[in-house]
């Protein structure tokens, strides 16, 4: 079992940037889901999750109306679309199921910063 997340990196506030997270070692299409992020000296939090098929989703509060999940199915792969990007937003970005079932991944740094 694998989670790989990357598409990570420096953004000014307001800016948008795109995580993608392959999954491999599971059947992917049976599992819900979800990013989380954990930002220095803070506990591991929550960000969104995507149901099997795709078309339901749900969100932390302090990122709805900015951030997208999204998967396919076909490719194995969950994304996450961050728009309007601010400071607060700054994090190292995970990927697991709804109940982070998995070994984690290494993560994928974010960082927003004028």
């Known amino acids: 079992v694998q989670l790989v997340e990357s598409g990570g990196g420096l953004v000014q506030p307001g800016g948008s940037l795109r995580l993608s997270c392959a999954a491999s070692?599971?059947?992917?299409?049976?599992?819900?889901m979800s990013w989380y992020r954990q930002a220095p000296g803070k506990e591991r939090e929550w960000v969104a999750t995507?149901?099997?098929?795709?078309?339901?989703?749900n969100y932390a509060g302090s990122v709805k109306g900015r951030f997208i999940i999204y998967r396919d199915n076909g490719k194995n792969t969950v994304y996450l679309q961050m728009n309007s990007l601010k400071p607060e937003d700054t994090a190292v970005y995970y990927c697991?199921?709804?109940?982070?079932?998995?070994?984690w991944g290494q993560g994928t740094q974010v960082t927003v910063s004028s």
């Open positions: 995507v149901l099997i098929g795709g078309g339901v989703t």
């Open positions: 697991n199921t709804l109940r982070s079932s998995l070994p």
């Open positions: 070692g599971f059947t992917f299409r049976n599992v819900a």
